[in-house]
């Protein structure tokens, strides 16, 4: 068990710095992840004893490596698309269905018949498919996302709760709910809540666990209550690790308080995110009124985080890793739009020139899977280590 509080743990990527700069005189733009951490991670949640089952949300990254690795960890998984089933058990097609869940949003008729064909468990987040396809429910079991009533999370777009929020049931419409699933003849066997993601406080599992405890009761039939995911990572060097211990000792007591739940987990950036790295290559440095800016052959397309969310991402220079910290600049890509920043004010050394390698760590979540071609720019590659 890791020591709880203290700050980071030392990124693998300062003792592969000569694997991947070579790697990066090749193709570039290029995610390269780390398996060994992704396992790291995958055991320091299996050491988090009262959890009966954990999924990985592989919406973070499905490349099937992590897929595989994950499997081999015990892990189960959490789609959200058809795309994303066929993909899971294209990758592992001996994968038992019990260990899916299909949790989607929005998602259309043909999406539900799809997954209940393949018999993984399947999750509703309001009354409507059950009032307007009941004859795909009958006689199953489902689970239930409940919307607990608020959102929490690393930036107001990933917050997935509250009145705002698209997803999941309101406590409030849980009696028409029950209704509707015996009218379809479906068994709600499992409650379901996920507010948002990159939590780094360990007592909202409790807290939602108890609140969806106390809805359980009403329905009668659940047998597993599922917490979600939106276990944070640190981003900045000087971030602090999630506290793995802590995090144990409360589901512990919220399992001894109400034994007869099994109590399912979700996360997907916990177990990914610090394995992955995105490389890049500096295509040019230019002062533009007193600003410096070091542009990158990777920008928002390759890793839309920073655009998107306002995200953080620790940004070397890994050609000159021991080099002082020069004048702040500003780290652009080659994208037309201004939003095109992945970093403001960066102390990369002041030699830093056109040709190194630039790496941009803690990108295993949400990077590639989010890459887009805007501008017709090619995607990123991707490459495994697994030393
Ligand atoms: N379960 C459900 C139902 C989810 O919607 C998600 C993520 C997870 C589990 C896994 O959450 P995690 O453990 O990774 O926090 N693109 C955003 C994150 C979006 C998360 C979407 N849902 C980002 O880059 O921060």
């Not at 500096?282 to 890793?303: E, S």
Request: a negative charge; hydrophobic letters at 45%.
């Amino acid at each position: 068990i890791e020591p709880s509080g203290g700050s980071r743990r030392e990124p693998w990527w300062r003792k592969q710095r000569a694997r991947l700069l070579a790697a990066a005189q090749t193709d570039s733009p290029r995610y390269v992840y780390h398996l060994p951490t992704v396992r790291e991670r995958a055991r320091g949640l299996a050491e988090v004893g009262a959890v009966d089952r954990r999924f990985y949300a592989l919406k973070a990254n499905p490349h099937p490596a992590i897929l595989r690795a994950l499997a081999d960890e015990g892990f189960g998984f959490e789609c959200v698309s058809q795309a994303e089933l066929e993909h899971l058990f294209s990758v592992l097609p001996t994968l038992d269905a019990t260990r899916v869940l299909f949790t989607p949003s929005f998602a259309p008729r043909s999406e539900f018949a799809d997954a209940i064909a393949r018999d993984v468990w399947v999750t509703l987040d309001s009354v409507y498919p059950l009032q307007h396809w009941p004859e795909l429910f009958a006689n199953r079991q489902i689970a239930l996302r409940i919307d607990p009533g608020y959102g929490l999370g690393h930036h107001e777009k990933v917050r997935t709760g509250g009145k705002e929020a698209k997803f999941g049931l309101p406590a409030e419409a849980l009696p028409e709910f029950i209704a509707a699933a015996r009218a379809a003849k479906a068994r709600i066997v499992v409650l379901h809540a996920h507010v948002g993601s990159g939590i780094q406080d360990v007592s909202h599992w409790p807290q939602v666990y108890a609140q969806l405890v106390n809805l359980a009761e009403q329905i009668g039939t659940v047998s597993a209550i599922d917490v979600g995911g939106g276990i944070g990572v640190p981003y900045k060097p000087d971030g602090e690790d999630f506290d793995i211990p802590a995090f144990a000792a409360a589901m512990a007591d919220i399992k001894a308080a109400w034994p007869q739940y099994a109590l399912w987990i979700e996360p997907g950036r916990y177990l990914v995110a610090e394995a992955g790295v995105l490389l890049a290559k500096v295509t040019q440095v230019v002062d533009k009124l007193g600003q410096r800016r070091i542009g990158l052959d990777a920008g928002m397309n390759a890793l839309m985080r920073p655009a998107l969310y306002n995200a953080w991402h620790e940004i070397v220079n890994l050609s000159r890793l021991d080099d002082a910290d020069g004048v702040p600049a500003e780290i652009v890509g080659p994208i037309c739009e201004s939003s095109d920043v992945l970093g403001k004010r960066r102390g990369l050394p002041d030699a830093t020139a056109e040709g190194d390698v630039a790496l941009i760590a803690t990108a295993g979540a949400y990077g590639f899977v989010m890459a887009n071609r805007y501008n017709l720019r090619a995607l990123p590659v991707e490459e495994v280590l697994d030393v």
